[in-house]
């Protein structure tokens, strides 16, 4: 409990003796799908056909909002999911999120278990609701070897991402700065970048995992045409430096969008290729050095929305490669409830045996409630 302390500090120290008001906000969404995935014959010992991925994400905060505008507020966030082919990668089948935050006209100071200034502030290849382009829900369906996580274990030998996660939601401090002629820059510290959400093995050796972040995003309207931009870039101590570039385009109702992502090491890295012990997959951290993109387009409008999105990522010096394409479509019912289809194609290869592979397509459906 000790970092939940050092948040509510934060807040504390940070709040000024002037005349406000109490806030208070919640919300949430639901998803299930059932999906088909079909494989060559040769996969088809180790993977099942059928799938029923569910996830229930909670939002909630509290706060207080002073007459001279500055807001203190305090969120809890909680998520649970099942019936997932893999375990999902980014919070195991349950996780939670507490974090402060501190808002002024000199910008927005926040603590506590959220994504790195250079995440918080990325575009890419546009989204689909609930379906997303990095970190895919694809591998629900067809499972990717490269990203694993059972229980505390982790294995992640490409980038599941074109945007900088290396840390995760590790408890970290970030500071944007206001909004200047469209641009703003941020900036965050992750005192441990190890965390159950993040890429780093639980049970690596090194001696400093402290991270560093920074990230730039701008937006302009030029009328005819909406263009957002987003750079990025990670140090990780010890373990690699990252960056990432992004680019948005909108017009009447059409996205295109994609961004891309490069992970390198330095002599001074600690080499974690070989295996050190049982926990510990070998090249397990292969990731450090590699890369990934994206790109799609997507197109709304009234309340249907249909994308095509594409993802890869590679590792140097490894066969280790991902490749997923989607055709998504989600029709907004009402406020509270969307219907999706979706159909995919994934190709995933790795080191060492055939069940170290795996590729396929998938066809699904599902149901997203939202209050």
Same mark, same amino acid.
């Given at each position: 409990?000790?970092?939940? +302390?050092?948040?509510?500090? %934060?807040? =504390?120290?940070?709040?000024?003796?002037?005349? +406000?008001?109490?806030?208070?906000?919640?919300?949430?969404?639901?998803?299930?799908?059932?999906?088909?995935?079909?494989?060559?014959?040769?996969?088809?010992?180790?993977?099942?056909?059928?799938?029923?991925?569910?996830?229930?994400?909670?939002?909630?905060?509290? +706060?207080?909002? %002073?007459?001279?505008?500055?807001?203190?507020? =305090?969120?809890?966030?909680?998520?649970? $999911?099942?019936?997932?082919?893999?375990?999902?990668?980014?919070?195991?089948?349950?996780?939670?999120?507490?974090?402060?935050?501190?808002?002024?006209?000199?910008?927005?100071?926040? +603590?506590?278990?959220?994504?790195?200034?250079?995440?918080?502030?990325?575009?890419?290849?546009?989204?689909?609701?609930?379906?997303?382009?990095?970190?895919?829900?694809?591998?629900? %369906?067809?499972?990717?070897?490269?990203?694993?996580?059972?229980?505390?274990?982790?294995?992640?030998?490409?980038?599941?991402?074109?945007? =900088?996660?290396?840390?995760?939601?590790?408890?970290?401090? $970030?500071?944007?700065?206001?909004?200047?002629?469209?641009?703003?820059?941020?900036? $965050?510290?992750?005192?441990?970048?190890?965390?159950?959400?993040?890429?780093?093995?639980?049970?690596?050796? &090194?001696?400093?995992?402290?991270?560093?972040?920074?990230?730039?995003?701008?937006?302009?309207?030029?009328?005819?045409?909406?263009?957002?931009?987003?750079?990025?870039?990670?140090?990780?101590?010890?373990?690699?430096?990252?960056?990432?570039?992004?680019?948005?385009? &909108?017009?009447?109702?059409?996205?295109?969008?994609?961004?891309?992502?490069?992970?390198?090491?330095?002599?001074?890295?600690?080499?974690?290729?070989?295996?050190?012990?049982?926990?510990?997959?070998?090249?397990?951290?292969? &990731?450090?050095?590699?890369?990934?993109?994206?790109?799609?387009?997507?197109?709304?409008?009234?309340?249907?929305?249909?994308?095509?999105?594409?993802?890869?990522?590679?590792?140097?010096?490894?066969?280790?490669?991902?490749?997923?394409?989607?055709?998504?479509?989600?029709?907004?019912?009402?406020?509270?409830?969307?219907? &999706?289809?979706?159909?995919?194609?994934?190709?995933?290869?790795?080191?060492?045996?055939?069940?170290?592979?795996?590729?396929?397509?998938?066809?699904?459906?599902?149901?997203?409630?939202?209050?």
């Amino acid at each position: 409990m000790k970092k939940y +302390g050092l948040i509510c500090g %934060f807040l =504390l120290s940070a709040t000024p003796a002037v005349a +406000g008001e109490w806030v208070y906000d919640y919300s949430g969404q639901a998803n299930g799908f059932y999906g088909y995935s079909q494989y060559a014959d040769k996969y088809r010992p180790f993977y099942k056909h059928s799938h029923t991925p569910v996830t229930a994400e909670v939002y909630t905060s509290a +706060g207080y909002v %002073f007459d001279n505008g500055n807001e203190v507020r =305090l969120g809890v966030d909680g998520q649970i $999911s099942g019936g997932k082919e893999v375990e999902d990668y980014n919070h195991g089948k349950w996780g939670e999120n507490i974090y402060g935050t501190w808002r002024s006209a000199f910008g927005e100071l926040s +603590g506590g278990q959220i994504y790195n200034a250079a995440y918080q502030l990325a575009v890419g290849a546009p989204s689909v609701g609930s379906i997303r382009v990095n970190n895919s829900m694809i591998t629900d %369906f067809v499972a990717n070897p490269n990203w694993q996580r059972h229980s505390r274990v982790a294995s992640y030998r490409t980038l599941n991402s074109t945007y =900088l996660n290396t840390d995760a939601d590790a408890p970290k401090i $970030s500071y944007t700065t206001p909004e200047f002629y469209g641009a703003k820059a941020a900036f $965050s510290y992750t005192p441990d970048s190890y965390s159950e959400a993040g890429l780093i093995n639980k049970h690596s050796r &090194y001696d400093n995992r402290s991270s560093y972040a920074a990230g730039l995003y701008h937006h302009i309207n030029l009328s005819w045409l909406e263009v957002e931009s987003s750079l990025g870039y990670a140090y990780n101590r010890k373990n690699n430096q990252e960056a990432s570039a992004g680019l948005s385009l &909108y017009r009447k109702g059409w996205t295109l969008g994609g961004s891309y992502r490069q992970s390198w090491t330095t002599s001074s890295d600690f080499a974690m290729n070989l295996r050190e012990n049982d926990e510990m997959p070998e090249y397990f951290d292969g &990731y450090r050095r590699g890369k990934a993109f994206n790109v799609g387009l997507s197109y709304e409008i009234g309340p249907f929305k249909t994308g095509v999105a594409y993802f890869a990522a590679y590792a140097d010096k490894t066969d280790n490669k991902d490749k997923i394409i989607s055709w998504t479509n989600r029709w907004t019912i009402n406020k509270y409830a969307a219907l &999706y289809v979706l159909t995919a194609h994934a190709s995933y290869k790795g080191d060492g045996e055939l069940r170290d592979n795996n590729r396929g397509y998938v066809v699904a459906g599902g149901l997203e409630l939202n209050f």
